[in-house]
């Protein structure tokens, strides 16, 4: 385990306007790393960098839609012309889309992974340039606790997760021997509003009601344990401790490493243990208990859902 000593001086951040990527910005800022805020949302940016600045620390923002390969290299032309290579690029924009398998459409799918799979691969391929050119960097992926537990109805937030985690272990082995390091972070339940940009396609509302009730239930056993706050810090926490030691995966909150766990040494409970969150039961949890709602068809007529990570 490498313990790197060297604070990072220039860190980037996606998704950093709210949540987990804001976080993040403030924890690189307050060990006085200049932190480049980029978010889809300039309103939100401009939200985390005046919160830096207030603490008496440095930011700048920029726009970008991690979906946009031309965006990205702009941005990261932008930022080695302004402030230099980045020593920490951190991949935090993620968005949830969840339904039924079946009920999923192409749109739907390309939406998932145009933001939370090949927006990191953008990410990764751009600023990991510059950080093999110079000889040094480091990525840190925000995954998921997803990324290793199987989720019926999530089945293309939890793809696009498990990609992550995969495109961190590839790029490991490549950008590795040349000084960079790569890390995947995968969180549990977190307080975030990553919910306000999610859809669920093809559940009625009776339905998502049902889902949410239990994985409230599971939230609520999970609080109990000791050690577990839900807030975005302990997520940037787990962050800058990846670049310090140069970590391979880290999950964050009790329900995280026990998934992690569970997935590499016992994969077969691991799955049944997901068996009260599939859509039979979730379904018939709707129907026991709540009201019926029209079905929501498609990924333009949405409601929101909360994610697990």
Not at 203 to 214: E, I, N, T, Y
């Amino acid at each position: 385990m490498k313990n790197n000593s060297l604070e990072p001086r220039l860190v980037v951040v996606t998704g950093a306007g709210s949540g987990i990527g804001r976080a993040t910005a403030l924890r690189f800022a307050k060990h006085n790393a200049h932190v480049v805020v980029s978010d889809v949302n300039l309103e939100a940016a401009n939200e985390t960098v005046e919160l830096i600045r207030d603490h008496g620390h440095s930011a700048s923002v920029v726009h970008l839609d991690v979906t946009d390969p031309e965006q990205w290299a702009d941005v990261a032309r932008f930022v080695e012309i302004e402030y230099g290579v980045p020593d920490v690029l951190v991949n935090n924009a993620g968005i949830v889309v969840g339904g039924p398998f079946l009920k999923l459409g192409p749109a739907d799918w390309d939406k998932q992974l145009s933001v939370n799979l090949l927006g990191v691969v953008h990410g990764c391929r751009v600023f990991g340039a510059q950080m093999v050119e110079r000889g040094s960097g480091h990525i840190v992926n925000i995954a998921s606790a997803a990324s290793y537990t199987p989720t019926a109805v999530m089945a293309p937030y939890s793809v696009s997760k498990a990609g992550v985690k995969m495109l961190t272990e590839c790029l490991r082995l490549e950008l590795g021997p040349k000084g960079v390091g790569v890390s995947s972070v995968c969180p549990g339940f977190i307080n975030t509003n990553i919910g306000i940009n999610g859809t669920m396609v093809g559940v009625d509302q009776g339905m998502l009601d049902a889902g949410q009730q239990v994985m409230q239930k599971l939230r609520d056993i999970t609080d109990k344990l000791p050690f577990t706050p839900r807030s975005p810090n302990s997520v940037a926490r787990a962050v800058t401790r990846a670049v310090r030691f140069d970590l391979v995966v880290v999950p964050v909150k009790f329900e995280s490493w026990l998934g992690y766990v569970l997935s590499r040494a016992l994969p077969g409970l691991n799955r049944r243990s997901m068996a009260p969150f599939g859509v039979d039961r979730i379904e018939r949890l709707g129907a026991r208990f709540l009201p019926k709602h029209p079905p929501v068809s498609s990924a333009s007529e949405s409601v929101l859902v909360e994610s697990v990570g």
